[in-house]
């Protein structure tokens, strides 16, 4: 099912902003290329938008071929490029993980999804909108 919302009231003053990060993506030799992330508690994975992959390829590991399809908000199928796989790091917390790398549309560059949130353990604090790792 997918919501939206029609009609909006435009002076409510109640408004959500999507929750934003920097993490660390570790390249080999231990270098890393820093990315801007939308933290996302319902994304099923975690991912990166295919351009901003491409911009850092050169300094990252190569993709693993992925034979998945993701299922955007707005109910499109976009099919993976192939998934990134090694080493992240947010805050002062470390893990290895993987991104699936697809076509967003420009609308984010990186998404920190569920599986992440429950590898680190995080939780978060909707009132003070802090997450803790």
């Known amino acids: 099912m997918d919501l939206y919302a029609i009609n909006q009231d435009t002076n409510s003053s109640i408004e959500s902003k999507p929750f934003v990060t920097q993490v660390l993506l570790y390249r080999p030799k231990g270098k890393t290329s820093c990315f801007q992330a939308n933290v996302d508690d319902r994304a099923m994975v975690n991912a ?41 790091k947010w805050g002062s917390a470390t893990i290895a993980t993987s991104f699936e790398v697809f076509d967003s549309g420009g609308v984010w560059k990186m998404l920190i999804g569920k599986l ?14 802090q997450i803790t790792l």
């Open 48 to 88: 990166i938008n295919t351009r901003t992959f491409n911009k850092a390829a050169s300094r990252l590991r190569k993709l693993v071929p992925s034979s998945r399809t993701l299922r955007m908000a707005n109910g499109s199928l976009v099919p993976s490029q192939g998934v990134w796989k090694g080493t992240l």
């Open 116 to 129: 992440l949130l429950e590898q680190f353990g995080a939780i978060h604090d909707y009132a003070l909108d």
